[in-house]
């Protein structure tokens, strides 16, 4: 069974920074490329990042690059995403997700984690 | 960036119900959209795949359709524990967008 198991969420300050992390088990994670998706309170699903797999080929939404930054430990199965100059509008629920093995359509998610950004 | 266009944004209807959700993306993306389930509290769940393929384990009231721009999902008979809010995902080119989802209520 796939679990994703989400960590490093929390209360931080405009301009902070904070890392999350996903440990993945039952499956392969070498083999399947992962996505960060969050969701603001009372607004819907966006898209945060993506990685392939090896860590090769990373894109972002427009709205976290060159302040995100997402990696891979495939010796540890955990997926990582590295946040920058956090503002208000970062603040969500933010889900780790595993790709299909053919696509990059989001097949698994895990609980999530809160992060809040105080101004 | 493709622009996905769901709706309704809301849908009230009674358990019973025929209900009908679409998609529409601003530019063709084959058949690589899927469809999610959300409820309060609860990790996203995968109903639709690749368009029309049913996930393992989700009941057979739910299927999906279409391909290129115009996509449907659709409940042939609204359950109680249907009630949640759906949304799609297109997985044509990145960034991978999502519709505005649509809240199924009880009328």
């Known amino acids: 069974e796939v679990q994703l198991l989400e960590s490093g969420g929390g209360l931080v300050q405009s301009g902070g920074s904070l890392r999350l992390s996903c440990a993945a088990s039952?499956?392969?994670?070498?083999?399947?490329?992962m996505s960060w998706v969050r969701q603001a309170p009372g607004k819907g699903l966006e898209w945060v990042s993506h990685?392939?797999?090896?860590?090769?080929?990373?894109d972002y939404a427009e709205s976290v690059k060159g302040r995100f930054t997402i990696s891979r430990d495939d010796s540890k199965n955990t997926l990582y995403l590295q946040m920058n100059t956090l503002r208000a509008e970062d603040s969500a629920v933010y889900y780790c997700?595993?790709?299909?093995?053919?696509?990059?359509?989001?097949?698994?998610w895990g609980q999530g984690t809160l992060v809040t950004v105080s101004s | 960036d493709i622009q996905m266009t769901q709706s309704p944004s809301t849908l009230s209807a009674s358990v019973g119900d025929r209900v009908t959700i679409t998609c529409r993306a601003s530019q063709g993306i084959s058949s690589w959209l899927a469809w999610y389930q959300l409820k309060p509290g609860k990790a996203p769940k995968l109903l639709i795949y690749a368009a029309s393929i049913l996930q393992s384990g989700v009941p057979s009231r739910f299927s999906g359709s279409g391909s290129g721009t115009d996509f449907t999902l659709t409940i042939s008979s609204l359950q109680p524990e249907d009630f949640a809010t759906y949304y799609c995902l297109q997985a044509n080119s990145f960034p991978l967008t999502f519709g505005g989802g649509t809240k199924v209520e009880i009328k």
């Open positions: 997700a595993k790709d299909d093995r053919q696509s990059w359509l989001v097949t698994s």
């Open positions: 039952g499956f392969t994670f070498s083999n399947y490329g």
């Open positions: 990685v392939g797999v090896n860590g090769g080929g990373t």
